[in-house]
C-alpha cells in the first residue's frame, strides 16, 4: 500500500511536469492530476502508522517516530526553499518533475522493507466490515476519539485562520510577503525543534503534555496576529507554537501505535487522518465571510478563544489524563477505553 502510493504520485507528478514542460498543461487536467495526487496520498500515512511499530522495538517507538516526524518536518522547511531555487533557475516543470523522481527513489527505498513479516489480510474480508472494525475500535477508546474531535476542531479554527488570515495581516499591517516568509518560517523551525526534543523528551502524561504544548502555545500567535504586533513578536510565537505541534505529533503518533492492537491500527489511523482534516477545508471556506463580518481581530481573538477552551476540554477527559507514558514494556486492554499504560 505504501510503495503504491508513492508509485502513484510519482506518475501524476512526473505527468504534471511533462505536460508544463511541454507546454500542453491545462487548468482541467492539472486538477485531475492533482486529485489522483491527493488520492494516492491518502493511502500513506495510515499504512505508514501500522508498519512502524513491525519494525521498531517497543522501547524505540517514539525515537522512530521523532525522527520520521523531524524527516516531515525539514522536508516542510527546506522543501520550499529548493523548490524556489529550482523554480527560478530551471522552471516549475522540471521542479515538479524532481519532485516526482522524489517519489521513485521512496518506493524503491521502501521496497527492501522486510514484508515477510506482514501477515495478509484474511480472505472474504469486505470494505464495509473494514471500515466497521476500525470504527469499533475508535468508539470503545474514548482517548482515541476525544483526540480525534480535538485535531478536527484545531484544523477547522487554527490552522483555518493562521493561513488564511495572517497574510492578509501582514500585508496591510507588517510589510508584506517577507513578513510573512518570516513567520511561517519561524513555525517550520519549531516543528523540525519539537521533533527534535521529542526524541528525549517522554513525560509522564504524554498526550496531556502534548495537548497543553501544541493547544495552548498557538493561542499567542493568534492574539498577536489579531493586534497586529511586530514581526518578530509574532515569528517568535509562531516558533513557540512549532515546538509544541512537532512534540505532540510524536507524542501522538507513540501513543495511538501503542495503545492500538496492530491489527486495527491501520484502520484507526485513517479515521485519524480523515477526522483531523475533514473540517479544514471548510474552515477555509468560512474565515473570509466571518472576517468580513467580524472584522479581522474579532475573527482571531475568536479562534484564540475557540483553540483555549477546545484545549482545556480535551486535557479534562480523565482518559487522556489518565494515560502514562515511558520506556518499557506497555500492557494494555484492546477493549478498554484507555490507551497506554507504561511503567518506568
Not at 516549475?92 to 522486510?114: H, K, M
Not at 464495509?128 to 479554527?157: H, K, M, N, P
Not at 493561513?163 to 499591517?173: C, D, F
Request: proline letters at 6%; one cysteine or more.
Amino acid at each position: 500500500m505504501i510503495i503504491a502510493s508513492h508509485i502513484c504520485r510519482f506518475v501524476t507528478q512526473g505527468a504534471q511536469g511533462y505536460l508544463l514542460v511541454s507546454g500542453h498543461a491545462t487548468i482541467g487536467t492539472l486538477v485531475a492530476l492533482q486529485v489522483a495526487r491527493g488520492t494516492g496520498s491518502a493511502f500513506y500515512r495510515p499504512a505508514a502508522t501500522g508498519v512502524v511499530p513491525r519494525l521498531v522495538p517497543l522501547d524505540e517507538l517514539q525515537s522512530a517516530n521523532a525522527l520520521l516526524w523531524l524527516a516531515n518536518n525539514a522536508s516542510s522547511f527546506v522543501g520550499p526553499a529548493l523548490a524556489g531555487v529550482l523554480v527560478a533557475t530551471v522552471g516549475p516543470g522540471w521542479a515538479i518533475l524532481g519532485d516526482s523522481a522524489s517519489f521513485l527513489v521512496a518506493a524503491v527505498l521502501l521496497a527492501t522493507l522486510p514484508r515477510e513479516e506482514f501477515r495478509p489480510a484474511p480472505e472474504g474480508r469486505s470494505f464495509r466490515g473494514d471500515l466497521a472494525e476500525g470504527w469499533e475500535a475508535v468508539r470503545s477508546r474514548t482517548w482515541v476519539w476525544a483526540s480525534i474531535c480535538y485535531f478536527s476542531c484545531f484544523q477547522l479554527v487554527y490552522l483555518s485562520s493562521l493561513s488564511v488570515l495572517g497574510p492578509v495581516v501582514a500585508k496591510r499591517s507588517l510589510g508584506g510577503a517577507p513578513a510573512w516568509a518570516a513567520i511561517a518560517a519561524c513555525g517550520a523551525a519549531g516543528a523540525v525543534i519539537g521533533s527534535l526534543a521529542s526524541y528525549r523528551v517522554r513525560p509522564r502524561r504524554p498526550l496531556l503534555t502534548g495537548f497543553a504544548l501544541a493547544g495552548f502555545g498557538s493561542v499567542p500567535s493568534l492574539v498577536l496576529l489579531a493586534f497586529a504586533a511586530p514581526t518578530a513578536a509574532i515569528s517568535a510565537a509562531e516558533l513557540l507554537a512549532g515546538i509544541g505541534i512537532g512534540l505532540a505529533s510524536t507524542l501522538w503518533e507513540t501513543a495511538l501505535q501503542q495503545g492500538v492492537p496492530t491489527e486495527s491500527l491501520s484502520r484507526v489511523s485513517s479515521y485519524d487522518t480523515l477526522g483531523s482534516i475533514a473540517l479544514r477545508p471548510i474552515g477555509l471556506a468560512l474565515v473570509g465571510p466571518l472576517m468580513m463580518v467580524a472584522g479581522i481581530r474579532g475573527t482571531l481573538l475568536g479562534a484564540a478563544a475557540i483553540v483555549f477552551a477546545a484545549t482545556a476540554a480535551v486535557m479534562a477527559v480523565p482518559a487522556i489524563r489518565r494515560i502514562r507514558g515511558g520506556r518499557g514494556p506497555t500492557p494494555f486492554d484492546t477493549h478498554a477505553p484507555l490507551a497506554v499504560e507504561i511503567s518506568r
